[in-house]
């Protein structure tokens, strides 16, 4: 026979104060058309923006701009102690030093 305690449903009660402060991430889909978009791209990632960068234009278009575009925004990345890393051919993700990007194991 089962104790009455037994029966009943347990229940966890959990701390969600943090829950409640309205906290924000913005995601930008954006495009790198040409080296001076750098700047821009720049300014997003300082705001706390994490960026979505389509590269495949400017790849297709003069790889050596995009090179230089993408060592810009590694240093920029590196400064601030965010992350970036290429997904497929044609896009980046970069982000500022609050988050990363998981890469398996």
């Known amino acids: ?22 906290s924000q991430v913005s995601v930008r889909v954006e495009n790198l058309e040409n080296y001076s978009d750098t700047d821009r791209i720049q300014g997003m990632l300082r705001n706390g923006n994490v960026v979505f960068l389509k590269i495949r234009e400017l790849r297709e278009r003069d790889i050596n701009e995009l090179k230089r575009s993408v060592d810009k925004l590694r240093k920029t990345c590196s400064a601030m102690s965010g992350d970036i890393v290429g997904v497929d051919e044609d896009f980046l993700i970069i982000t500022p030093s609050f988050a990363k990007v998981f890469r398996g194991k």
């Open 1 to 22: 026979m089962k104790k009455p305690e037994e029966d009943s449903e347990k229940f966890l009660e959990l701390n969600t104060s943090h829950f409640t402060e309205k």
